[in-house]
């Protein structure tokens, strides 16, 4: 499978706790994104990366969350103390580059977080 | 700020209708506008996207969509809709940036 992946697909934990998620964007791709999605809602924007540099965060971002792509390579997003409110679906997101116009999001399957 | 409006949450439709879904936006510039499909079980996937040119939009699987500036719309239509056509249907807008805004979503059920 030469697509977009995402682990864990499924987290559960407690309301205080640590968790971290992974996104392997597809091989070459130099551009990957983040997105929160909760139930009956679309996509929303977190943050951005165009190599291993971090260009745009959303202010959905606070500061419990930080996200990280070493190496310009996979990406990892980290949310600290997390709370009842953080229960959703976190979408990665990656594009190949160059002009907007012919750049396409390849999205993976999501982790879905359930905090107790 | 950006908003992306759509006006059904669900839709049902009998196969071989004809489907149009709505979708307005909110900002005054230049902007691309997307749609996005997810079906059961499966990833979100682009459908198609406007970014100049023809306001009328051709995407796979027989759908399209057309961009009216005046009235900050880009509803999405396919003449006969077909069983296999049962997902969530998601309209986006970027202006330019890299941060798109989605909107809430449609979910379409076609009776076979």
């Known amino acids: 499978d030469t697509g977009v992946s995402q682990d864990p697909r499924h987290k559960i934990t407690k309301r205080g706790q640590n968790v971290t998620f992974r996104c392997d964007p597809i091989?070459?791709?130099?551009?990957l994104y983040w997105y929160r999605q909760t139930l009956g809602q679309g996509p929303e924007f977190l943050t951005y990366f165009q190599n291993e540099a971090q260009l745009e965060k959303s202010r959905l971002l606070s500061d419990r969350f930080s996200a990280e792509r070493p190496k310009g390579s996979f990406s990892t997003l980290e949310i600290q103390r997390t709370e009842q409110g953080d229960s959703a679906m976190y979408l990665c997101a990656s594009s190949l580059g160059g002009p907007l116009s012919t750049d396409t999001q390849y999205f993976g399957p999501g982790t879905r977080l359930t905090v107790l | 700020a950006q908003s992306v409006s759509q006006h059904n949450h669900h839709v049902i439709l009998s196969e071989a209708a004809s489907l149009e879904l709505g979708c307005n936006y909110s900002y005054g510039g230049t902007v691309n506008l997307f749609w996005y499909v997810q079906y059961p079980g499966q990833h979100l996937q682009l459908l198609l996207k406007?970014?100049?040119?023809?306001?009328l939009v051709k995407g796979i699987k027989g759908f399209e969509a057309e961009f009216i500036k005046s009235k900050f719309s880009f509803n999405l239509r396919k003449p006969s809709v077909q069983w296999s056509d049962t997902a969530e249907y998601f309209c986006a807008v970027n202006d330019g940036g890299f941060k798109t805004i989605f909107g809430a979503g449609t979910r379409l059920f076609v009776k076979a």
């Open positions: 091989s070459e791709h130099n551009r």
């Open positions: 406007y970014f100049s040119g023809d306001p």
